[in-house]
């Protein structure tokens, strides 16, 4: 158990949330975070047009918050959703804020977690840049494949970029392939 973890347990508070309960709103500054025991939940954009595009989910284990508006104190772009229903630990900022200056290990896992987002966004673009719409599905089952089960088709269709009618073509398409002739 990591220093963060540690944490999240002795001073955290076990909470559970419903499906579908925003834990933040865009525009808002985050004040918490949360260690997922057990659930899912999603941080996710949403376009001029309206439109939500999901930029990353959590599961059991992950530590989810918008870290870049908890650390800066900045407004978050994201908002921060449950898509089941959750067990978590949250943990009040503040708490994090105060204890980082003094403890070198939970500094350290605070900064292994930042790096692991960024390293995941810097992919997460990279990959809509370079990789067809098919490719980045095949991508993200061979790398989360129990996981790919649990997320609504229209939002697994927000994350990739493309339509739920157009993610459902794609997933039609790969049944009828065998599995060794998609490489």
Request: aromatic share 6%; net charge positive; hydrophobic share 40%.
């Amino acid at each position: 158990m990591n220093a963060l973890q540690t944490c999240f347990l002795e001073l955290g508070t076990r909470r559970h949330y419903e499906a579908q309960q925003l834990l933040l709103r865009a525009g808002e500054v985050a004040q918490r975070l949360y260690l997922i025991e057990q659930g899912a939940a999603r941080l996710y954009v949403i376009d001029s047009q309206g439109r939500e595009t999901t930029t990353q989910f959590f599961f059991e284990g992950d530590v989810v918050s918008s870290l870049e508006s908890l650390m800066s104190g900045n407004p978050s772009a994201m908002h921060l959703i449950t898509m089941e229903a959750c067990h978590v630990h949250v943990l009040e900022g503040s708490i994090i804020k105060a204890r980082i200056k003094n403890e070198s290990t939970l500094q350290a896992d605070l900064l292994a977690l930042t790096q692991q987002r960024l390293f995941h966004y810097v992919k997460l673009y990279t990959s809509a840049i370079a990789d067809s719409p098919t490719q980045r599905y095949l991508n993200l089952q061979a790398t989360h494949s129990h996981q790919l089960e649990r997320i609504p088709q229209h939002i697994l269709a927000s994350y990739l970029g493309v339509s739920a009618v157009h993610l459902s073509r794609i997933r039609r398409k790969l049944k009828n392939i065998p599995p060794d002739s998609t490489a």
